[in-house]
């Protein structure tokens, strides 16, 4: 069973970011007194009196605005609404009640929900705000006084949303749940194809670059296993990055990364691998990820031969060529066309990347490989390896201790890489190999 889900709702530049962030502990919404920063529906977990559920942050709604970009912004706030088990409205205790507060308490009223209404930026700690009996008004009883930026008051909130959830809301999740980070440059398809997979608008899919802003967590399950899709905002180039919102976009780009099982490294089908493709792919790399390299936007090719697909992929890799254990799939999330296939791709690339080879295996292809080509010398000096085993996963981590490590050369090192590669698979994920020489204590 999915865990109970909150939504924080409410109109644009109250803080419901700061107020999500307080609550689950993390700074995972990008906060900025601009409004109209959050976009999308933001998740994050969050536990109160060791109970575990789920909250959703939403982008400010504007009930009666014309503007295309917040009436994206409008619909993913309903979405969160009707996904929710309860709903807390945030308002600002500075500014009163507004017209927008009163046309958002009236569509949450008609959503059946239970709704808890929090006052927002109530900083002092006393007596109550007399400024806070007139949001009673909105016909919202359940009313808190909170401060996001302090936590004062959200030990009660917290309580009442506890309150609303079922007894038999908490089940233990036994399946390993694979998180699965889609990243690229801005305008790939990062959005269209999570919302391809999902089967729903969940994220708001432009042509303007930039709309992605925060890192988005999706719970998807299917045949294939359980998933956490993370859509993430285009990366751009260094030189191109002055505002400070797509600054912060960018670090939480870097972050889904680093907290991913797997990447999805989108390409774009026309343009082919790009500069900023490979730095991209290059941070995947580094940080050691299983990956899968997805060609998007394959209905868009024009004038495809037999051979199209085949030179693309060797066009691909001759651009990526630091990221050969990498496959690569070419799909189209604007038709859905083989996107299927990707689920099975995961999977497998998650299983080379945590998997665990025994030292007797290990050690059996080090002396096959040492037979057939020597060791290095260096002025009558030769390597000696004495054994090889696996520190760890995530990327499969492999220690060779031998008589020297300034004699272990490079190109020798990559010549058993590709031996265990070519014995154990390890497609779609990269391989550390630490070299230790006699002497050094093994960690």
């Not at 790939?188 to 802003?213: F, W």
């Not at 399950?221 to 260094?238: H, L, P, Q, S, V």
């Not at 981590?397 to 190109?411: E, G, K, P, Q, Y």
Request: net charge negative; proline share 4%; hydrophobic share 40%.
């Amino acid at each position: 069973m999915a865990k109970p889900l909150v939504a924080i709702v409410g109109r644009p530049n109250v803080g419901k970011s700061m107020l999500f962030n307080k609550l689950t502990g993390h700074r995972t919404s990008i906060v900025q007194d601009t409004p109209g920063v959050t976009r999308d529906r933001i998740y994050g977990d969050c536990e109160w009196c060791g109970k575990l559920f789920s909250l959703v942050d939403t982008g400010g709604i504007e009930p009666n605005t014309e503007n295309d970009m917040l009436k994206f912004m409008r619909r993913q706030a309903e979405i969160g609404i009707e996904l929710a088990d309860c709903i807390v409205m945030v308002v600002d205790v500075q500014t009163g009640v507004t017209a927008a507060d009163v046309d958002v308490a009236t569509m949450l009223r008609k959503s059946g929900k239970p709704v808890a209404l929090a006052v927002n930026k109530c900083d002092s700690v006393g007596p109550t705000n007399p400024e806070v009996y007139e949001f009673y008004g909105l016909g919202i009883g359940d009313l808190f006084e909170v401060s996001a930026i302090h936590g004062h008051g959200t030990g009660d909130l917290l309580d009442w949303c506890l309150e609303q959830f079922p007894e038999d809301a908490w089940e233990e999740e036994t399946d390993e749940v694979i998180k699965v980070a889609i990243v690229g440059k801005p305008n790939v398809g990062k959005s269209s194809l999570l919302n391809r997979i999902l089967g729903e608008e969940r994220v708001i899919v432009s042509n303007v670059a930039g709309t992605t802003r925060d890192a988005i967590d999706s719970p998807f399950e299917n045949e294939t296993g359980k998933y956490c899709f993370i859509d993430t905002a285009g990366m751009r180039r260094k030189s191109r990055v002055d505002d400070i919102i797509e600054k912060y976009s960018n670090m939480r780009t870097i972050s889904a990364i680093d907290r991913a099982d797997v990447c999805l490294i989108l390409i774009d089908a026309n343009e082919g691998v790009t500069e900023q493709d490979t730095k991209i792919a290059g941070l995947v790399h580094e940080a050691g990820k299983a990956a899968v390299i997805v060609v998007n936007k394959w209905d868009a090719v024009e004038d495809k031969q037999t051979n199209t697909m085949r030179d693309k992929e060797i066009g691909v890799r001759q651009g990526l060529s630091y990221m050969t254990y990498a496959p690569v799939v070419f799909l189209s999330a604007l038709t859905g066309a083989r996107v299927d296939k990707l689920f099975q791709v995961i999977q497998d690339v998650h299983k080379q990347n945590t998997s665990r080879i025994t030292t007797g295996a290990l050690n059996s292809v080090l002396a096959d490989a040492t037979a057939r080509v020597q060791p290095p010398s260096d002025k009558g000096r030769r390597l000696k390896i004495y054994y090889m085993t696996q520190a760890g996963t995530k990327p499969p981590h492999f220690v060779i201790f031998c008589n020297d490590a300034r004699l272990f050369h490079f190109s020798y090192q990559r010549y058993l890489e590709n031996q265990i590669r070519e014995v154990f698979g390890l497609q779609g994920t990269p391989v550390r190999i630490t070299i230790r020489q006699k002497g050094d204590k093994e960690e």
